[in-house]
């Protein structure tokens, strides 16, 4: 093992490795590896300047015994930025500490030189490159020491119910209603971001933690240290970036549905609103308004006059959301000229089809700065020019037909290289242009994100849920390690995406219970594909806007007198909170805060506020105790130390213990601190 000091970066060079540490924001380390002969300027995640950052850089000697018990002197090197130093031995191994106390550590079960090893024959080591067969590339498999005791959280969102993710095993890799987001924080006061968009996976073992990259050239991860969920994630965001000032006039009610069909509908609803009384800040026009997938354009059949529908709008004082998908039909004006230049996701294998639903289509590759370029600009003079404010950027995985990511290849890259990047760059096809266009407040709705997507204007949704209490549940955990990961700005389709029949009294039930949720969450928006599927369509024809099926009416008052009541009383009681709603979008945009927040991002005392993953805190103020049960109506909660009102009542309670509360089916219990 040979080290050297490189401008206060520590570099570490053996067997063809070449290992880099550097400072990289307060308390942090950037770490990186690779088999090459220098390094790639790959910032993946990593895309704010962090400030100068001052790394004390020490190499020299240790002793260690060897088999015939002499001591052997053996190089070893350390970095320290503030708070955390990194430990490299002679062997390669990378040892963190935080104020001088380890807390992560590679895994390593092999000869080192040493009898210290009681396991040192099995041969396994920390970082294992494996080469591809035919290709440039490696497999890598980094691992380390699994923490006796250890809470792990963040990591973006996964359909499985967990909030603590020790023992899960993750797949690195976008789907329809997962989003991998791979930056998780620990109980132990660290936080560790796997800057890599390559498919993989992590396991958080019990016995290790290993992170795996399916094809990559380098290793690269930040780690920093802080006293609290809150130092962790301003530490992260400051490097990956924050989510930008988010519009005032958007965080009342959106109204959505699968689907609006015709500009005439959208007026309607907009105009039963305001006769209602009901200020909607948004309306969304959802897909098949089109011609074919990849038009994206109005099918003027049904939409005649979009800019006449949008001004009309805007004098309401209502915004405007379009659906656009990245799937490009064969029978699309814009496939054979997207096809000659280059502009679509290439498969490697068998026939040029990335997606069925609907058509024979291909994705485009945003990958592609003259992708880019091609969809904005049809876009822009499709939409963006008729006054649309905002665009629904749906399928944004993409949702792939069959998800063989290594049958897909981009502009610069291999989708097992650089997939999981997808929505972020498929975001700033929009973002980037509007940003210079408009005024700044760019906002536009994803279905799915990366590390970073924060600060590109992206609301994100949970995607396509069942209309299940369990899934209300998932989502519920889901939202919170997405805050976690970074990403403030987080949703749900209010009662789930699918309903089969919206006229049963147990999805009324259910509806009223996630709404009631999406009060206290961070936008308020009513969406849903609501069944029974009896509407016929508008024509007969195999295409355009008018012959996809819709679903039943979705507006508040489409559920019967009681539920419109209890969904009125609410709407008020978001539009009062209206103030502290924008306080809480200021933190997520100067520190990284989330919105929806784990018990222990406001109590990290508190050991007990750990291992909830039922209630949670919206902002700092208020305990939310969501009800995720059919016919539930109590509800108990814990309340850490302090003193906690109960909104319905004003009833006022003595913290550090659980309560019991009513829940009737117009309210959700809801907690003040004082």
Not at 35 to 64: C, G, Q, Y
Request: glycine share 8%; net charge negative.
């Amino acid at each position: 093992m040979r080290f050297s000091n490189e401008n206060n970066a520590l570099i570490a060079q053996n067997n063809g490795e070449t290992l880099r540490i550097e400072g990289w924001g307060k308390d942090s380390l950037r770490v990186r590896a690779t088999m090459f002969s220098e390094f790639r300027n790959l910032e993946w995640a990593l895309t704010e300047k962090p400030a100068e950052t001052k790394a004390a850089v020490t190499i020299s000697e240790e002793d260690h015994w060897v088999g015939d018990g002499t001591i052997d002197r053996k190089p070893i090197a350390e970095i320290t930025n503030g708070r955390l130093r990194a430990v490299v031995n002679f062997a390669g191994i990378i040892s963190f500490y935080k104020d001088g106390e380890l807390f992560l550590r590679e895994y390593f079960r092999a000869y080192d030189g040493t009898l210290s090893r009681s396991s040192r024959c099995l041969k396994v080591v920390n970082r294992e490159w494996k080469g591809l067969h035919g290709a440039r590339n490696y497999h890598l498999n980094v691992k380390f020491e699994a923490n006796k005791g250890e809470k792990i959280y963040g990591m973006g969102q996964y359909q499985d119910g967990q909030l603590d993710l020790k023992g899960c095993v993750l797949e690195l890799a976008q789907r329809n209603s997962q989003i991998s987001v791979p930056f998780m924080l620990s109980n132990k006061g660290y936080g560790l971001l796997w800057n890599n968009p390559a498919i993989g996976r992590v396991t958080f073992g019990n016995n290790y933690t290993e992170w795996i990259a399916q094809s990559t050239t380098q290793m690269d991860y930040w780690i920093t240290a802080g006293d609290s969920p809150k130092t962790i994630l301003e530490s992260y965001t400051s490097v990956t970036g924050r989510a930008p000032a988010f519009p005032e006039d958007l965080m009342g009610l959106w109204q959505c549905k699968l689907r609006y069909r015709t500009q005439d509908e959208v007026l309607e609803i907009a105009h039963a609103y305001e006769k209602e009384g009901i200020k909607i800040d948004q309306i969304v026009i959802d897909f098949f308004h089109w011609t074919v997938q990849g038009d994206w354009k109005f099918d003027v059949k049904y939409w005649p006059d979009p800019k006449a529908m949008v001004d009309e709008l805007h004098r309401m004082g209502i915004k405007v959301i379009v659906s656009v998908w990245p799937s490009v039909d064969r029978k699309s004006e814009n496939f054979a000229p997207m096809m000659e230049q280059g502009l679509l996701i290439k498969t490697e294998r068998g026939a040029a089809q990335t997606y069925d639903y609907q058509g024979d289509c291909v994705e485009i590759d945003p990958f592609n700065p003259a992708t880019r370029e091609y969809v904005w600009e049809v876009c822009k003079r499709n939409y963006y020019d008729f006054g649309i404010d905002a665009f629904w950027l749906d399928n944004s995985e993409p949702d792939y037909g069959v998800y063989d990511f290594e049958n897909y290849r981009y502009h610069d890259c291999s989708a097992l290289e650089c997939s999981n990047m997808y929505p972020q760059m498929y975001s700033r096809i929009f973002y980037d242009p509007m940003s210079r266009l408009g005024d700044g407040k760019v906002v536009n709705l994803l279905r799915c994100a990366w590390a970073g997507s924060q600060k590109y204007g992206n609301v994100v949704w949970s995607g396509d849920v069942p209309s299940t209490f369990e899934a209300f549940a998932d989502q519920v955990r889901a939202g919170l390690n997405m805050g976690l990961a970074g990403i403030p700005w987080w949703t749900t389709d209010i009662g789930g995406f699918m309903t089969d029949d919206v006229n049963d009294p147990k999805f009324r039930q259910l509806l009223i219970r996630w709404y009631q949720f999406a009060v206290y969450s961070a936008v308020f928006r009513m969406h849903g594909d609501r069944g029974p599927y009896n509407i016929p369509p508008l024509d007969d024809r195999d295409w355009g806007g008018g012959y996809l099926h819709t679903g039943q009416p979705n507006e508040l008052w489409s559920y019967g007198e009681d539920n419109y009541a209890i969904m009125k009383k609410y709407y008020d009681v978001r539009i009062g909170m209206r103030a502290y709603v924008k306080k809480l979008y200021d933190e997520a945009s100067s520190n990284g805060s989330p919105l929806i927040r784990t018990m222990f991002y406001e109590f990290p005392e508190d050991e007990k506020c750990w291992e909830l993953d039922d209630q949670y805190m919206f902002g700092d103020k208020y305990l939310v105790a969501p009800i995720l049960e059919l016919d539930c109506f109590k509800r108990e909660a814990y309340l850490p130390e302090g003193r906690w009102a109960l909104t319905s009542t004003g009833e006022e309670f003595d913290g550090g213990r659980y309560v019991t509360v009513d829940a009737p089916i117009d309210y959700m219990p809801v907690f003040e601190r004082k």
